[in-house]
């Protein structure tokens, strides 16, 4: 036979795919490295109660991934059963581990799952056992179906067909709802198994959340009580409630609408009320007396009127009494500058305030001024009274100039050796005050003569002007008292 160019080139082409496709096969698929020479794999002693079906060439897994096979299967002098495994050396396994063997589907293909219980600790290594607590096998099929046909048998064939057939009735036409369900229980399973650590921490720390539960039973009867109390108001108003559904995205947009006609002030509003808001709550108490007593005192105000009311008589007026009593008690000036230092009424400067506090410094308890800055009530600090918040907050007591009862002479004579006016700790001195002016000369009463003219002046001197008074032969009427003397 002639072997011509082509068909040694076909017969090299046909060897050459045979060689690949038998190293393919002989490293690859039968993995003939690993079953001769036990390349890139590591043995590993798993014992067994009993077989339970395992057989050799049986897969391992590891957190549901494939990482090696069962090589043989026997028993031991011990009674117990070994099953050697071979694992892949690419992959860590913690020798913290528990291991199951489980089966794969319905004609009892099994196969050993390791399920690590911490990621800690070493790795497991060639020639490790696996002991015996921390392995388990599945139940025998022939022991479940023998079970399971004297459950049958015990139930009567009547109450069976009927329990059949109300099951038919119940999930009959949901097969894609229960694939569905199977689906998610079977991805939940598996999420729960790559979340193993987490949800046996949890497991094992929930004890204080269940006691916290325990004890707030009450409050949790409370809420659910009330939560069924507003679900039925909901449904006894459902048209209220779905006029208000109806009608709440208008009245949003209304509302959104005011805001943005509000956004050039409504910031600086805002701003502003923040600055405000410690002082409303440090006096909450004088605005909750406040907002307490102004009704009444405005029903009061309005029932001074009730005299003319529906009446013809307009004249009567109203229930007022207007008795002054001037000077009733009488004015303090004690703790205010001494008449040397105060201004004339009539000037019409306005120079700067004095450094410091003037008002009626007497005792609180006094009848003069009893509604004075000395008496004013310490919000922070309930039962003290004092003229300033500083006083308030610190803690300095009141002390009075005097009694107030200083009539005639210097109204501030006082023995606390206070200044006037009272300065507060920290604040700058005042301005230098100009000594006062020149006193006018004292003002004096004499006894005059109109007959002759003379009196006695304040020296002792006698003293004589005939024009102080006029004579008794003009007229003298209440007119001519209002007009100037002639002349003038």
């Known amino acids: 036979m002639i072997l011509t160019r082509r068909i040694l080139i076909q017969m090299a082409v046909f060897i050459a795919i045979s060689v690949v496709a038998i190293g393919i096969m002989a490293f690859s698929y039968m993995r003939l490295p690993n079953l001769l020479f036990g390349a890139g794999h590591y043995r590993v002693t798993l014992e067994l109660p009993e077989t339970g079906g395992l057989y050799p060439r049986g897969n391992v897994t590891y957190r549901g991934s494939q990482v090696g096979r069962v090589e043989e299967v026997g028993l031991t002098d011990r009674g117990t059963v070994e099953a050697k495994l071979s694992l892949t050396d690419d992959v860590s396994i913690p020798a913290d581990l528990d291991a199951a063997v489980h089966s794969q589907t319905a004609v009892g293909e099994l196969f050993v799952e390791l399920m690590p219980r911490s990621g800690d600790g070493p790795t497991l290594r060639d020639g490790d056992v696996i002991p015996l607590d921390r392995t388990t096998v599945p139940m025998d099929v022939n022991t479940l179906l023998d079970a399971t046909n004297r459950g049958l048998q015990a139930i009567p064939g009547d109450n069976l067909r009927t329990a059949v057939d109300e099951a038919y009735l119940a999930v009959g036409g949901l097969g894609p ?92 509003v805002l701003a502003n009320l923040a600055s405000v808001n410690p002082v409303l ?14 009704p009444q005192g405005t ?40 008449p040397q230092q105060q201004r004339v009424a009539s000037l019409e400067d306005y120079p700067d305030r004095p450094a410091g506090d003037l008002y009626c410094r007497v005792p609180q308890d006094s009848a003069f001024n009893v509604r004075g800055a000395r008496n004013l009530p310490c919000l922070t600090v ?24 200083n009539w005639k002479g210097d109204p501030n004579a006082t023995m606390s050796g206070q200044s006037i006016p009272q300065v507060r700790p920290g ?53 001519t008292m209002l007009l100037p003397p002639p002349g003038k």
């Not at 009730?306 to 303090?332: E, I, V």
């Not at 309930?382 to 009862?405: H, I, Q, T, W």
Request: aromatic share 6%.
């Open 382 to 405: 309930p039962g003290k009274r004092a003229p300033s918040v500083a006083m308030c907050e610190s803690d300095e007591n009141y002390v009075p100039l005097n009694d107030g009862f």
């Open 281 to 294: 709550v440090t006096y909450q108490p004088a605005l909750e007396q406040l907002l307490v007593l102004l």
């Open 299 to 338: 029903a009061t105000t309005q029932a001074t009127g009730t005299a003319n009311r529906n009446t013809k008589q307009d004249y009567k007026g109203a229930y007022l009494n207007f008795n002054l009593n001037l000077n009733l008690p009488p004015t303090c000036t004690t703790g205010f500058l001494p």
């Open 177 to 268: 709802d229960l694939s569905r369900l199977v689906k998610g229980s079977t991805q939940l399973a598996i999420d729960a198994r790559a979340n193993l650590d987490s949800l046996t921490t949890l497991i094992d720390e929930s004890k204080p959340v269940l006691d916290t539960q325990t004890d707030t039973s009450g409050a949790i009867r409370a809420w659910a009580s009330n939560l069924a109390t507003i679900t039925g108001e909901l449904r006894d108003h459902d048209d209220a409630v779905r006029g208000l559904l109806e009608r709440g995205p208008g009245a949003a947009e209304e509302v959104r609408a005011l805001l943005d006609r509000l956004q050039p002030t409504l910031p600086i």
């Open 427 to 479: 604040t700058p001195p005042a301005e230098t005050v100009p000594p006062p002016a020149a006193a006018p000369p004292p003002v004096a009463a004499a006894e005059y003569d109109p007959a002759s003219g003379t009196y006695v002046g304040p020296d002792g001197q006698v003293y004589t002007q005939s024009n102080l008074a006029r004579t008794a032969n003009e007229e003298q009427t209440w007119q």
